[in-house]
């Protein structure tokens, strides 16, 4: 059963333009997210996270929003550059854990 | 400086082989994990160790053994490869205290023939 689950696994945006890209997940005792970017033959690189006692975090050209009622989070980046191009993953977890619970991931394509 | 190193980056064998990765860490991180992204690219938590000690095992054939020398070094050795073993592994590591923030390693690419 796949607790986070990102639908769209591609998205094409104009430069310039935001990109959003959106994550789902099923498990309520999840309380921290986070969002990672991965480039081809890369590991992970963290972006930006978010605990769920708040529902914004905004770092730069990134902004993640968190919907604790419809269990939904949200990456929102603008404006969308060349190097954003990448396949972002979503990850959750419960800070007594330790572990993170990823996403499949979105393979976000910046047009120029 | 490499944060996260894995080696091999590239390891082709064959069924019924042993192989070992390595991972070690430069960041002083307290806590090492391994992954694993299958063809569907789902990334899934293998083990974690904190301090060399064993606190994540996921349903994971013991086939695999990770081991921590110390708590730089995570490494992952694998008995008696499978076809679908094939995939790629990651290594990452963390610091308690500091949010699930997890730094990963490039990945190790596994193919089992």
């Known amino acids: 059963d796949q607790q986070v689950k990102q639908n769209s696994p591609s998205l094409s945006v104009q430069e310039g333009r935001i990109s959003i890209l959106n994550c789902d997940y099923t498990n309520s005792m999840f309380d921290y997210f986070l969002w990672y970017k991965k480039y081809p033959a890369e590991g992970p690189t963290f972006l930006i996270s978010?605990?769920?006692?708040?529902d914004k975090n905004e770092d730069g050209r990134f902004t993640v929003f968190l919907n604790k009622s419809a269990k939904h989070l949200s990456l929102h980046i603008v404006p969308s550059q060349p190097g954003d191009s990448a396949v972002y993953f979503c990850?959750?977890?419960?800070?007594?854990?330790?572990?993170?619970?990823f996403g499949q991931g979105t393979r976000l394509t910046i047009n120029p | 400086d490499t944060a996260v190193s894995q080696t091999p980056k590239y390891l082709v064998t064959q069924m019924g082989n042993d192989k070992s990765i390595k991972c070690e860490q430069n960041?002083?991180?307290?806590?090492m994990y391994w992954y694993k992204q299958d063809s569907k690219k789902f990334l899934k938590i293998m083990f974690s160790y904190n301090n060399k000690e064993l606190i994540i095992n996921e349903t994971v054939p013991n086939r695999f053994s990770p081991k921590s020398p110390d708590k730089a070094h995570l490494n992952l050795h694998i008995n008696s490869l499978e076809l679908g073993d094939s995939a790629v592994y990651f290594c990452a590591s963390s610091q308690l205290g500091q949010g699930n923030i997890q730094y990963f390693g490039a990945g190790t690419r596994l193919s089992v023939l």
């Open positions: 990850a959750a977890s419960n800070q007594g854990a330790q572990k993170l619970v």
């Open positions: 960041l002083g991180h307290d806590t």
């Open positions: 978010i605990s769920s006692i708040k």
